[in-house]
């Protein structure tokens, strides 16, 4: 059974960084699209970064430049590194991942496998 396990989260202020890591389980890690999905209250979700399994990534216009994303194929980890970041930015976030050899993108729907979730609160 595919799980994900998210940390790295906590409280920071406007212009400061944080590193989000996702640890996977349970599964062939690197062929699977891993992502970052971040919720914020009352907002829907959106799409933050992606990795498909070739390496190539993809970033939602609001964060390119500041944050990136990688995996570590052999330790099966995650990871977000956030800087430069603004209040804007504060919301739950979400590591996702596809189905073995399934693209996944900026669309949620394409993704079959979430953790719980990792808070990042960016004050002003």
């Known amino acids: 059974q595919v799980q994900l396990a998210e940390s790295g989260g906590g409280s920071v202020q406007a212009g400061g960084s944080l590193r989000l890591t996702c640890l996977a389980s349970?599964?062939?890690?690197?062929?699977?699209?891993m992502g970052w999905f971040r919720q914020a209250p009352g907002k829907e979700r959106e799409g933050v970064a992606s990795?498909?399994?070739?390496?190539?990534?993809s970033y939602a216009d609001s964060v390119k430049g500041r944050f990136t994303i990688s995996r570590d194929n052999a330790q099966k980890t995650l990871t977000l590194h956030m800087n430069s970041l603004k209040p804007e930015d504060t919301a739950m976030y979400y590591c996702?991942?596809?189905?073995?050899?399934?693209?996944?993108?900026?669309?949620?729907?394409?993704?079959?496998?979430w953790g719980q979730g990792t808070q990042v609160t960016v004050s002003s």
């Open positions: 990795i498909e399994s070739d390496g190539s990534t």
């Open positions: 349970g599964y062939t890690y690197n062929s699977f699209c």
């Open positions: 996702a991942a596809t189905r073995p050899g399934r693209a996944g993108g900026m669309n949620g729907n394409s993704y079959d496998y």
